[in-house]
């Protein structure tokens, strides 16, 4: 593969195992499927784009059929050129490091808790991140301005980087689009990664744990999921309200 020479030192000296395999991968066959990562150890593929692009590497993602005839995503790399010249936030040079200093912050102005779901979390736990994905906002000139940035338990990070490449908006780099997702500002959001939805995180503690048994023990008598049964009990208890109402 024909390569720019600097484009092809800054691949050279990659010495990170799952960021080396994309790599090697694209250098020897042209692309990297999610087949190839899983393949290869790796099951998060999104992850491993996201390490990519992080060391400053622009990809590119399309789809392909895996070796079942399904079709799956692709990663390829990017124009370095125009990546050169367009990257208004210098990408090329990789993000900037997310500090202990920044998290601190966050820890001291929010608690130690997760936006997404809502719970907190033993504090070494919690992962800074760009509300707005690095990906599509790039860096803010001031890193240490609070309101670019959320704490993310590491399930609800896997989540997210998961859901933001799944969205059309990876490719159209929209960044309105993303200060009204769910995944950037969970306190006020009109749509779930570019779908017309709505989530609520619910946790069942000592005593509440009986009722949340109780809704799947409801699931298991329908054959119903346990979403299904909570929001029946609430059109229920919805319809029982506006009776009262009405008395």
Known sequence: MELPKDFRKILD???NKRVRFVI????NKGF???????????EHAPRAARDVRELGIPLETFKVKDSTGKSIAAYKFGDWEQ????????KTAGRKQLTEK??????????AKCYLYGEFYPARLLQPDHRIPYEIGGDPE??????????LSPSANRDKSSACERCENWMKKDISMCQTCYY???????HIAGEKEKRLNIVFRNEEIKLYENIVEQAEIYNVSYQTAVKRMMEYYQRIS???KKK
């Open 242 to 244: 506006n009776k009262k």
């Open 142 to 151: 001031d890193m240490m301005d609070l309101e670019y940035f959320m704490l």
């Open 13 to 15: 000296h990659v010495t």
């Open 83 to 90: 990546t050169k010249k367009a990257n208004k936030i210098a």
């Open 102 to 111: 920044l998290k601190s912050a966050l820890i001291e102005k929010y608690g």
């Open 32 to 42: 990297c499927s999610t087949e190839d990562l899983k393949n290869g150890g790796y």
């Open 24 to 27: 090697d991968t694209i250098l």
């Open 184 to 190: 950037a500002y969970p306190e006020n959001y009109q």
